[in-house]
């Protein structure tokens, strides 16, 4: 009777075998990798399509619309105070309802789907994966916003000749400053979502957060409230948005560059509790 032979396994570990050379690469993974990941994601779902399309369309379509109205209807005597620049805000109030939503469906869309296991499995350092999505999407709000209002600013200025010229600090405010604000407002949607981990709820807590107080104050007919009140017309954010082009709906409360450092407080202060609850919650 033969005495059977042991026999060795095929998966056996390296360590069995010192000569052993795995054919599968090994390669230790970092941030850039995650960014590649979501960078595929975001640009082949249709939903990025879609909400960006509506937002490009929104703001071309209205800012130029508005202008071309107003320099037909005017005198040329009297567009010389308008900042032509100015007309662009219309456009880019509405847009930003697109960018807010697209910011929401980056992260909560993925709950909604179980996608997020996948991720999490992939990639097990949730805040590497939270900061990847925030670079992303960050980079390609802003860089769909600057060029959309450089755009809409250069035709309006070319259609309104007899405005005033616009500024070099005003050109900044009007192009590089909106971008970087709805950017920071769509990362803030971003936050939230990860926050809330539901894609209609989210939506509609920015969108209550985006008219809310404006609605709010507009009913506060008391003497008593009118320090609220002026308060919240002054922090809303379409009054924030007004503000890069020098029409606030008020004339007290943030000017200048104030709406950007407010907006990047805010954002900052919603990530530190993404970044915490991501960490605690089970995906």
């Known amino acids: 009777m033969s005495t059977p032979q042991p026999t060795s396994s095929p998966a056996a570990p390296a360590a069995a075998y010192p000569g052993y050379t795995s054919p599968i690469p090994v390669v230790r993974t970092h941030l850039g990798h995650a960014l590649a990941s ?61 960018v807010i939503t697209l910011g929401v469906l980056t992260t909560a869309s993925e709950y909604g789907t179980g996608m997020i296991r996948t991720t999490m499995v992939a990639c ?37 000749p007899e405005a005033r010229e616009p500024s070099g600090g005003e050109w900044a ?27 209609a709820g989210a939506i509609t807590i920015m969108i209550g957060l985006f008219l809310a107080p404006l609605v709010i104050a507009l009913f506060m007919f008391s003497e008593s409230l009118v320090d609220v009140r002026e308060a919240l017309v002054e922090y809303s954010i379409p009054n924030l948005l007004s503000v890069f082009y020098s029409t606030s709906l008020t004339d007290t409360g943030p000017s200048g560059w104030d709406p950007l450092w407010i907006a990047l407080g805010v954002t900052a202060a919603a990530f530190a509790g993404a970044f915490a609850l991501l960490e605690k919650r089970d995906v």
Do not use: Q, Y
């Open 38 to 98: 979501e960078w595929t994601k975001i640009r082949s779902v249709r939903s990025t399509m879609w909400t960006l399309g509506v937002f490009v369309l929104l703001v071309i379509g209205i800012g130029l619309g508005t202008a071309a109205l107003v320099a037909a209807n005017t005198e040329g005597a009297d567009l010389e105070s308008e900042n032509a620049l100015s007309f662009g805000f219309f456009g880019l109030l509405l847009g930003s309802m697109c």
């Open 173 to 199: 405010k009007g192009t590089l400053g909106v971008s970087l604000f709805i950017a920071l407002l769509g990362l803030l949607s971003l936050a939230v979502g990860s926050i809330i981990r539901h894609s």
């Open 124 to 160: 097990p350092s949730r805040g590497r994966v939270l900061a990847a999505k925030a670079i992303v999407f960050f980079l390609v709000a802003f860089v769909v916003t600057l060029v959309s209002s450089v755009f809409v600013a250069m035709v309006d200025v070319a259609l309104m």
